[in-house]
């Protein structure tokens, strides 16, 4: 008969030990309460709450600190400019939120205040918006779904900040998403009449 091979006694790993460490039971709710200090929660101080129209002001001024009010806003508009080799209109890279903006007005010699108003592109798609002050533009209209500015010659040069043309072009057109029925035409209307207002002042 043969003999069976004895078979080695296993290693403990904690000789001190007599068997695996046993953890007591427990869960956040219970426990929390005996590990944290009773204490009362500080009230918040009463902070301002500033609305949609004051954080828009904010962002406007830091280009335009002149602008007093928003009169209009389009949550999207893009800006074209009209080819006069092609005869067609093109993208010009500035797309976002079209704000429609009253300025301080201009006081003349004689202290007439002349009114003014601003329509200010602020591009999400890069650093360079669109501002065209509605003095400095000759023409004014809409086009099927595009308000059209015909800019005066200075227009694009003017180192403010009023009234950039986008690279030099004279005509330029802002197409308005109708995000509502009357958006379109709303800003539209509101350009229209701030422009005549302007160019009779």
């Not at 953890?23 to 609305?51: C, F, G, K, W």
Request: net charge negative; glycine share 6%.
């Amino acid at each position: 008969m043969s003999r069976a091979t004895p078979r080695k006694s296993r290693h403990r790993h904690n000789p001190s030990n007599g068997g695996p460490r046993q953890i007591a039971a427990s869960d956040y709710e219970s426990d929390a309460v005996n590990y944290m200090e009773a204490r009362q929660v500080p009230r918040l101080a009463h902070l301002p709450t500033r609305t949609n129209t004051d954080l828009n002001l904010s962002v406007l001024r830091r280009y335009l600190p002149g602008i007093r009010s928003i009169l209009s806003i389009a949550a999207n508009a893009v800006v074209y400019t009209f080819s006069e080799a092609g005869q067609s209109w093109e993208k010009h890279g500035v797309v976002g939120t079209m704000f429609v903006c009253e300025q301080e007005p201009i006081v003349t010699a004689s202290g007439q205040a002349l009114p003014r108003v601003c329509v200010f592109v602020l591009n999400r798609h890069g650093l360079d918006n669109l501002v065209v002050d509605l003095v400095r533009v000759s023409d004014c209209e809409q086009a099927d779904e595009l308000i059209i500015f015909r800019l005066e010659d200075d227009d694009t040069s003017d180192s403010n900040g009023i009234c950039e043309g986008p690279g030099g072009k004279d005509v330029i057109g802002i197409w308005i998403h109708a995000d509502e029925d009357d958006t379109r035409e709303t800003n539209s209307t509101i350009i229209r009449g701030a422009w005549q207002q302007a160019r009779l002042a």
